[in-house]
């Protein structure tokens, strides 16, 4: 069963509007989440953390353990913001931990 | 700098070749990863290593084989390469473990695109 949902795999906002990649997880610990980005061209790379607390290119993303949810958001996208964003799961693995992968979403944000 | 370094970044081969992507980091991390990356941009974990003589297979089957033999170095060969394993390879290393310090962040190399004609 898939741990880690994102519904959407593409979503396209114009510039200015507020854009918001919903992610869905099922994990019966304490749950340590991600945001990755991969801009056109770039390697993968980490946007955010949940235990971080901190925005990110203006994004931020909030652990809602009743419903199990770690949406992206921001208030005013841009152009720049365009690209591949994936959620991701951190769980134990004997003495080690996994990251457990949504599919992705691209985000598109149109002139 | 500490890095994660691929190459080739791209080839293109015929059926039957034999291929083998390099992965290199001097991170000093001791996992490694292989993520196959599809058309539709999906991210399949196809093998890791928590360290030098561990290699693990991942959740998607494949018929690549991966070799640890030194901490920085995390090859991934295919014997005989094929249409179907056309795709981006990407690599990364982490300190996933379950010490309150680590970040839990992968960090990852640039991808090789790999076309079998």
């Known amino acids: 069963a898939q741990r880690v949902t994102q519904p959407e795999k593409l979503l396209s906002v114009f510039k200015g509007a507020p854009v918001e990649l919903k992610c869905n997880y099922s994990y019966s610990g304490s749950p340590e989440l991600f945001w990755y980005v991969q801009y056109s061209r770039q390697r993968l790379q980490l946007l955010l953390r949940?235990?971080?607390?901190?925005s990110i290119k203006g994004f931020t993303a909030d652990l809602n353990k009743g419903e199990t949810s770690f949406h992206l958001k921001k208030p005013f996208a841009q152009e720049e913001d365009s690209a591949m964003y994936y959620c991701a799961l951190s769980e134990k693995a004997g003495n080690n931990r996994k990251l457990i992968w949504g599919l992705g979403t691209s985000l598109a944000v149109n002139p | 700098e500490a890095d994660i370094y691929q190459t080739p970044r791209y080839l293109v081969i015929g059926t039957g070749k034999k291929i083998t992507l390099e992965c290199s980091q001097t991170?000093?991390?001791?996992?490694m990863y292989w993520y196959q990356q599809d058309p539709g941009m999906e991210l399949h974990l196809i093998h890791y290593s928590y360290g030098v003589n561990s290699t693990e297979k991942g959740d998607l089957s494949s018929e690549s084989t991966v070799s640890r033999i030194r901490t920085e170095h995390f090859p991934l060969t295919l014997e005989s390469a094929r249409p179907s394993h056309t795709s981006q390879y990407l690599c990364?290393?982490?300190?996933?473990?379950?010490?309150?310090?680590?970040?839990?962040?992968?960090?990852f190399g640039e991808g090789s695109r790999l076309t079998v004609l």
């Open positions: 991170m000093g991390h001791d996992k």
């Open positions: 990364a290393s982490s300190e996933l473990g379950l010490a309150k310090t680590n970040t839990g962040e992968l960090f």
């Open positions: 949940h235990i971080s607390r901190e």
